[in-house]
């Protein structure tokens, strides 16, 4: 039988106690300095530490109810949600294809390993149509779209979701070109540029379905969108 890593149950969607022990603990293993398994960029451990520090902050203020407001709490949901993205980002990097990393070790950091038969279902060939939305407070909201799958949004059969890359400041039809900086399970998806920097610029996006196997579909088309 073959492992998979699933990181997209059990602790990631706990209640915040169990989650904030569970990010903690995958945060800290992330960032270990003399740890040789792999190697994180400058950039992932900033926005790694950055994550962590906001939901730490905010989840410590939802705590106490001397400072817990609605507005609080929604602060405090919108830095989970971020932290987790960056988490399972990182963690399919480099944990989920990692040969060094054994599932006793995955399993202690609270990561779900299955055994399974590998599925005689591969990587959906459907053309994805990506259309990109602008909205206030630099939301970006990308739709997939696939004929061959009628109106539905869910995840066809083979896949297990998409990855989305991103190219700042410019327009390119050159996959090359784009950076890897999402997974998603969702349809559709936000991306959230939250620094007032980022006002008024262009970012493009294309995106492909993936699986756990390892396979990758066939590129969508290449979409532009105004950051407002």
Known sequence: MAKRINTTSYNFQQPDITYD?????????????????????????????????????QYGLSADKSTRTPVVVLAKNKARKALSDILRLLVRKHIG?????????????????????????????????????????????????????????????????FEIYQLMDEISTDNKDYRFVAIASKNPYKIYFTDTIFIGRKVSFVVRFYNTKGETGTWSNFVTAVII
């Open 97 to 161: 294809n990692n040969d060094t990393i054994d599932s006793a070790t995955r399993e202690s950091l609270g990561l779900t390993v299955k055994d399974v038969v590998p599925s005689e279902k591969h990587i959906p060939n459907f053309k994805i149509v990506l259309v990109a939305e602008s909205q206030a407070g630099g939301t970006i909201i990308l739709r997939m779209k696939y004929s061959e799958n009628g109106s539905r949004r869910e995840i066809p059969k083979g896949a297990d979701g």
């Open 21 to 57: 022990k569970f990010q903690a603990k995958l945060t800290a293993f992330l960032l270990k300095e003399d740890n040789t398994r792999f190697t994180l960029t400058a950039e992932e451990k900033t926005k790694l530490t950055n994550a962590n520090n906001e939901w730490t902050l």
